[in-house]
């Protein structure tokens, strides 16, 4: 099994800023994208941002030039900088992993229980 452990939600004003954190343990070999999804109210989850393992990285157009996702591979993290923060980015933001057990093994996708980022106007 593999759990995903988040931390760094808060309540934060427009325009402030919050650093998200994603730490994986358990049976992992490789993870091969790791990211951040948000879950409005009302709303469907939507992607944030992935980092894959050779680097490259995927934002949505809402965070573009606001957010940064970088990756700690040796330690199995994802660290999500939040700049100029927005109301309409208030969400719950979920961690994914998309992890391999064993060398040339399937692919599993794992979620973390999310962390609530609130931003008041």
């Known amino acids: 099994q593999v759990q995903l452990v988040e931390s760094g939600g808060g309540l934060v004003q427009a325009g402030g800023s919050l650093r998200l954190s994603c730490a994986a343990s358990?049976?992992?070999?490789?993870?091969?994208?790791m990211g951040w999804y948000r879950q409005a109210p009302g709303k469907e989850r939507e992607l944030v941002a992935t980092?894959?393992?050779?680097?490259?990285?995927k934002y949505a157009d809402s965070v573009k030039g606001r957010f940064t996702i970088s990756r700690d591979s040796g330690k199995h993290t994802v660290h999500l900088q939040m700049n100029s923060l927005r109301p309409e980015d208030t969400a719950v933001y979920y961690c994914?992993?998309?992890?391999?057990?064993?060398?040339?093994?399937?692919?599993?996708?794992?979620w973390g229980q999310g962390t609530q980022v609130t931003v008041s106007s």
């Open positions: 980092a894959t393992s050779d680097g490259s990285t």
């Open positions: 994914n992993a998309v992890v391999t057990k064993v060398m040339g093994g399937p692919e599993y996708r794992y």
């Open positions: 358990g049976s992992i070999f490789s993870i091969n994208v």
